[in-house]
């Protein structure tokens, strides 16, 4: 199973990006469909999170400007950007977990995609 990130780029402060995720492989199934970012020399951070049930989550300083969105039919999950600001610069990457091969052996994955960059001009 492999997760590829794109949608990164560079914007002014108060702009907006949308970050894609696509999950390929056998898949059977997702249940979580996630985004993080980390900068140089801190942790990887949650940022928001997506379950199969329609339960989305987010990170305090997130809420009200990001927005997570997944298809499960394109086995994609979206991260809808908007008022960035300098501090939401950092390197984004993806994460999945669910189910894939053979239906009546399935096996569990848990995967993370690269990272794509999001940088904000002041």
């Known amino acids: 199973v492999q997760l590829q990130a794109s949608g990164g780029g560079l914007v002014q402060a108060g702009g907006s990006l949308r970050l894609s995720c696509v999950v390929h492989g056998s898949i059977l199934s997702i249940n979580y469909m996630e985004w993080y970012r980390q900068v140089p020399g801190k942790e990887r951070e949650l940022v928001a999170t997506?379950?199969?049930?329609?339960?989305?989550g987010y990170a305090d300083f997130v809420k009200g400007r990001f927005t997570i969105s997944r298809d499960d039919d394109k086995r994609v999950v979206y991260l809808q950007m908007t008022g960035l600001e300098p501090e939401d610069a950092a390197e984004y990457y993806c994460f999945a977990n669910g189910y894939y091969g053979d239906r009546r052996e399935p096996r569990e994955f848990r995967s993370w995609g690269r990272g794509t960059q999001v940088t904000v001009s002041s």
């Open positions: 997506s379950h199969s049930g329609g339960v989305t």
